[in-house]
């Protein structure tokens, strides 16, 4: 990386919206490994970034030096496109230390035809990954915050791609750096034509209908349902693959996860309470629902799944609902995310997104209330009429309600953290649902 000065990269990643550290103090960045790609001076870079107190993380840098200092190289059509070239046609690329492998994957009939130079344009939306469509017929997703070995996105798009689930987009190929920092930089999708963000498409609905829940989204919001239901029958499909096989529930699971759902919630309550005074009489019954999920059977299964699902990762197009970005929740370590779960946390995960639409749509009162009721029926009747995902899921409503409703606690606790430190004006959305309703 001779053309770049590391001594400038602190001020740099500062700016970038998918730079995580922005909260700790820079104490040292090493450069990994890096190569020059193309005739524009384009730089693919991996540094370490190290903090005072905080773990060092790991970033992949694409740069360019110029007279106005460093910019974002993926701005560069030509970057993409060598990106493309090495995917496309498998080939290697060596780097300082090490080497870039790009390899296709999937059904070699879902690659389009490409001109020799294509077309490409930022997507402008992500904050953590950046992404780029090439030619309007595939998004090819750069991977920033880079973590040892395979990603989870690439380990879940091959396994989806040997199963019968078609509502994902089609994985095409992959960029992978080898050697001391071995990790998946870019991955390559089929782009999606007239797909519409879910959250947006929720937006719309509930604006359209002046707060009503229409018989048109509720029927979208069952579908949806339903593809989550195919989703994790997929996940759970094949018995023989250690990463994916379903394994039952235990007695220990639920009492280790009401053990930290306990622990999360003193922690949450701490902060929250000197700005939300009202949490008080929140305190016995939320401590409650957590406690009952150690009581409860222990029935049911543990599979891998989604671990960050919500509205903004579904995709409502012509042919239904597709689901997208399966990293899990990126404040949690690759470890956690790779656990298997009660498939009812994804579950929990999109009930919670819906309230965040009802409250974002501005409902209030009764209206709101009623519309969130609406939405949560049709979902998780959509997902409970799958037929193969019973045997998933706890085997009596009493213990079906309590492992979701301590589950969707989990989430509302995360989310008033998050809120909280990130989004203050936000955090009243999470904050009611911790509030018992009036009248109970």
Sequence with gaps: MEQVELRYLPEFLTRQRWFAGKSEPITQILLVDHVPVGSHGDLIGVIEVQYGMAQPERYLLPVRQTELGLVDALEDPELTQALLALIE?????????????????????????????????????????????????????????????????????????????????????????????????????????????????????????????????????????????????????????????????????????????????GVTLAMAEPRFPELERARDPVFEKARTLARVPATGMKIRQHGDLHLGQVLKTAKGWFVIDFEGEPTRSVASRREKHSPLRDVAGMLRSFHYAVATAGLEGKPRRSALKRLRKAFVDGYC???????????????????????????????????????????????????PEEGT
């Design 89 to 265: 046609g498998g080939q290697e690329l060596a780097t300082a230390s090490g080497k870039i492998r790009g390899e296709r994957i999937g059904d070699p009939a879902r690659w389009p035809a490409l001109p020799a130079s294509p077309n490409v344009r930022a997507l402008g939306v992500e904050q953590s990954n950046t992404s780029v469509v090439i030619e309007e017929r595939l998004i090819l997703k750069v991977i920033r915050k880079l973590a040892l070995g395979e990603s989870l996105e690439l380990e879940m798009g091959r396994f989806l791609s040997k199963t019968r689930f078609a509502n994902t987009p089609a994985l095409l190929g992959a960029a992978t750096l080898e050697g001391s920092a071995a990790a998946t930089i870019a991955i390559l999708h089929e782009l999606l034509p007239g797909a519409v963000d879910g959250w947006r498409h929720a937006l719309d609905s509930l604006s359209a209908g002046k707060g009503e829940v229409s018989p048109a989204l509720l029927g979208e919001v069952g579908e949806l349902g339903k593809m989550l239901g195919e989703l994790h029958t997929a996940l759970a499909s094949d018995p023989e693959d250690p990463a994916f096989s379903p394994e039952p529930l235990t007695q220990a699971d639920l009492q280790r996860w009401s053990s930290s759902i306990i622990g999360e919630l």
């Design 385 to 435: 009429a799958v037929p193969e995902i019973k045997a998933l899921l706890p085997e009596s409503d009493e213990t079906f309600d309590a492992v979701l409703g301590a589950l969707e606690l989990e989430k509302v606790l995360y989310e008033v953290r998050y809120e909280l430190q990130l989004r203050p004006d936000w955090a009243r959305i999470p904050v009611e649902a911790l509030l």
